[in-house]
């Protein structure tokens, strides 16, 4: 079965810093790979997503990630955060069993904090 | 109003009840899922419909139950609630038209925040 490793539980990064979370996976065969965010008290939304082809991938609000299937992972990343990216974040992977999705598993989540 | 709609959004109950959280679509999405957030755990996924006639447990599916009344309404109950169900739900939708990669681009409703006292 797979399984996603998000190591890092809180981040604090300065506004204007860089940031990186990390998200490693487990799963037999190419992954689909997301990142979703979930702001306080909202849904999750969609940052990017990884199908295949360039393993730099871009998405919504200044958000990359970059998929190294060497190390099975897919690290969410942003030059300069912004207060507005105080957030939880969840890395996923999708599998597709032959009959179709079986639903995204989801790693526990990294909570953003951001210091002014 | 909202793609993915979820009701009630806050309930509270006591252990013993028999609640009902209801999602509905207007996305023409034929796939549905029902996930359980609790801090520090994630998102796990509690049952999901690939159609009307096609319901399949998840990873965390004893003590719930689902019903797909229509293609755009999937709901999830407790039977009997206890208090370690006490956690936020989400409803997501998918779409397998758009083949195996748009089936696993899911759009989440709001989420109902339910607490068994």
């Known amino acids: 079965a797979q399984s996603v490793t998000q190591p890092d539980i809180h981040i604090t990064v300065s506004e204007g810093a860089s940031l990186e979370l990390r998200c490693n996976y487990s799963?037999?065969?190419?992954?689909?790979l997301f990142w979703y965010v979930q702001s306080p008290g909202q849904g999750l939304q969609l940052l990017l997503k990884y199908f295949s082809g360039d393993t730099l991938v871009q998405g919504i609000k200044g958000f990359e990630a970059e998929f190294k299937r060497s190390q099975s992972s897919f690290n969410l990343r942003k030059p300069s955060v912004h207060w507005s990216d105080a957030a939880e974040y969840f890395c996923?992977?999708?599998?597709?069993?032959?009959?179709?999705?079986?639903?995204?598993?989801f790693g526990k989540g990294t909570h953003l904090i951001i210091q002014p | 109003d909202a793609d993915v709609t979820q009701t009630p959004r806050n309930r509270i109950t006591k252990t013993g009840k028999r609640i009902m959280l209801e999602c509905s679509q207007t996305?023409?999405?034929?796939?549905m899922y029902w996930y359980r957030q609790d801090p520090g755990l994630g998102l796990r996924l509690i049952y999901y419909s690939f159609d009307v006639k096609d319901i399949n447990k998840g990873e965390i599916s004893d003590g719930y139950s689902v019903s797909r009344q229509a293609q755009a309404k999937f709901s999830l109950s407790l039977e009997s609630a206890i208090p370690n169900q006490t956690a936020l739900y989400f409803c997501?939708?998918?779409?397998?038209?758009?083949?195996?990669?748009?089936?696993?681009?899911?759009?989440f409703g709001a989420g109902s925040r339910l607490t068994v006292l």
């Open positions: 997501a939708t998918s779409d397998k038209r758009q083949g195996a990669s748009g089936a696993n681009v899911l759009t």
């Open positions: 799963y037999g065969a190419t992954p689909y």
């Open positions: 996923a992977v999708g599998t597709y069993s032959g009959g179709g999705a079986d639903g995204l598993t």
């Open positions: 996305k023409g999405h034929d796939r």
